[in-house]
């Protein structure tokens, strides 16, 4: 069983202090961060498509994102803002994302980030397909020459 240590409460000029903080915070959040109006999913472009308060638009499609990727339209379109318009919200998908971070290109978490990465990879098309073929036929890819200064 837990008990609370009443011993290290803290004064109300401190907690007056820590409030005051967190609203200057969040005050300069809001003023050098990306923030939300609306966002909905785009049936017919499958896109999810954010409104920023500033009047650009975002949008990117959900296979990029973690946890939107097998959802389904239904899925996707439940979604909705926090107040501040600072994050993004699928309840039936438990997925949450920050504004900020999605417009950086940040989709998931590190290691989903990493896996995406490889994946683009190793993405083909009959231009790379052919490409790999001549320098095949070449004896491999080229070798990098050195460049010496003068």
């Known amino acids: 069983m837990a008990f609370k240590n009443w011993n290290n409460l803290i004064s109300e000029e401190e907690l007056d202090a820590q409030i005051a903080r967190a609203k200057a915070a969040t005050q300069e959040a809001d003023a050098t961060e990306p923030r939300a109006a609306s966002v909905r999913f785009d049936r017919s472009s499958e896109l999810i498509i954010i409104s920023l308060k500033n009047g650009a638009f ?6 990029l994102v973690q946890g ?9 379109d439940d979604v909705w803002l926090d107040a501040s ?24 978490t590190k290691a989903w980030m990493s896996h995406l990465g490889r994946k ?4 083909t098309s009959p231009a790379k397909a052919e490409s790999s073929r001549n320098n095949g036929k070449k004896g491999g890819r ?9």
């Open 58 to 63: 975002f949008s990117f499609p959900p296979t």
């Open 68 to 76: 939107l990727g097998d959802a389904s339209p239904e899925d996707l």
């Open 85 to 108: 318009g600072s994050s993004v919200h699928w309840e039936r998908l438990d997925a949450d994302f920050n504004i900020a971070g999605l417009v950086a290109g940040i989709f998931g």
């Open 120 to 123: 683009g990879g190793q993405t």
């Open 142 to 150: 080229p070798k990098k020459l050195l460049q010496t200064s003068l």
